[in-house]
């Protein structure tokens, strides 16, 4: 194991996904090849793909949809060259009958020929914005998964999906929450600008500081907590629809590609 | 006086000017040649002109400058043709020795050789384009000016001018609170992003229903205060300034332009 300890945030996006194709990273992807983008998993039975692609449509800011595979290929040139999807991610998730029933290193085994891929944006790309524009983000500065949160907001039905989203947390005072959301607009591939501000009991979340996810943190009086629309959401989407067999990525253990941060900018 | 009720949102900037000039409009500019961007003016002798010039750059979200005029002339080719700049606004303010001494229909009488005009970008603007977005603006669905405040928030002193910013406030939900936020970045030159949202007391304001200027508007439950720095803030820091002599549009007589709202939009 003592090859983990070589990635750092100045590895190549290649030299993480082959130091997890080898079983060498087993860990979250957070911090490693800074300024590149790392993607959301989601990986479906054909006969379901073309229901889900619908519903990333109709749903673009907790599923933005970066790339779609060929149906059975692991590959997939629009993110990543050399790429193996049943191996390059240091832990994948198994789902059967809307339950997610298996943590596990690789999915080689349960390649099936009829497999599609779907790659997501993830936040990571706009807290790296939201950092080199000078703003803290309080998680990363307290060490902390980012707190994620069920709301009540119902995601628009289609293809046989359906569900709540599920949103992420950051708290700002009032002028960086302004900058924030300039920052974030900016990206609407990795999920853009934030879908509430304020009091969380508007969006169903009852108690702040405890958080469905993730982590934590501390929000300050003069603060105003910020809610960005989460990828986690299309993982409690495939339970909340029961599908009968879905792979993702293992929360925070994401698929790093060779597309630079910096791409994803509209402006 | 019946030449008045022939202006109207179609009207041409230039009829709005001429019926100003003429003395048939003597009324606020509000609604009037709409589409078209209406213009705070400052008015000072050349010897105080360039300090205010250097307090413009370093405050430029209160005082976003669109044209500086040449000294003496009554002309500025910038934002309009035709124009009069001592005759064209339906109502002047005159400032002596930091006092807001008089309000008068014209300035011809009061011009001299050495004044200089400078038009600053007004939130009609802005305001124009929230409207077509889609979002409701309180004050004009209740008739009413826009609530304006002074606050604790201290400008960068500069060529002999300092004072303290002046915000004007719109309610929104929180959605469409950063659908403004995103819509008002995109002017700069009429205030441009929102300066503070929520607490009113992070800024100085300790009742929100008793603004310092304009008039009081509602606030729902669910609803975020937002606040832009005004327009109404380099009328106080002239005051603040205690300049000798300074002529300004009187509040809510605007100078209309031949500048089209959405050439300002910087995207």
Redesign the interface.
């Known amino acids: 194991m003592a090859a983990t300890h070589t990635l750092n945030p100045q590895s190549t996006p290649k030299a993480v996904r082959k130091a997890a194709r080898e079983g060498l990273l087993t860990g979250p992807t957070s911090g490693l090849a800074s300024g590149y983008v790392q993607v959301n998993l989601v990986i479906l039975p054909e006969a379901e793909a073309a229901g889900f692609l619908r519903f990333c449509q109709a749903n673009p800011k907790p599923c933005p949809l970066l790339a779609v595979s060929e149906p059975g290929t692991r590959t997939c040139d629009a993110i990543a060259t050399d790429l193996d999807i049943a191996r390059d991610v240091p832990g994948y998730r198994i789902y059967r009958n809307g339950v997610a029933s298996e943590t596990v290193a690789d999915v080689a085994d349960e390649w099936r020929d009829d497999l599609v891929t779907f790659a997501l944006g993830c936040s990571f790309t706009f807290e790296h914005a939201l950092i080199q524009a000078g703003l803290r983000v309080r998680h990363i500065d307290q060490d902390r998964n980012v707190p994620m949160y069920q709301t009540s907001v119902p995601l628009t039905p289609a293809g046989g999906f359906k569900g709540n989203l599920v949103v992420s947390m950051r708290p700002f005072s009032?002028?960086d929450?302004?900058r924030a959301?300039?920052i974030t607009?900016r990206y609407p591939q990795v999920h853009g600008?934030?879908?509430?501000?304020?009091?969380p009991g508007?969006i169903g979340i009852s108690e702040l500081y405890s958080p469905d996810y993730g982590d934590s943190v501390s929000v300050a009086e003069?603060e105003?907590p910020v809610f960005w629309a989460c990828g986690v959401t299309p993982q409690q989407v495939l339970i909340d629809s029961g599908v009968s067999f879905a792979i993702t990525h293992s929360p925070g253990h994401m698929l790093v590609t060779d597309i630079p941060d910096s791409t994803l900018a509209l402006?």
């Open positions: 009032a002028a929450a302004i959301i300039q607009t600008a934030p879908v509430h501000l304020g009091n508007l003069d105003i402006f």
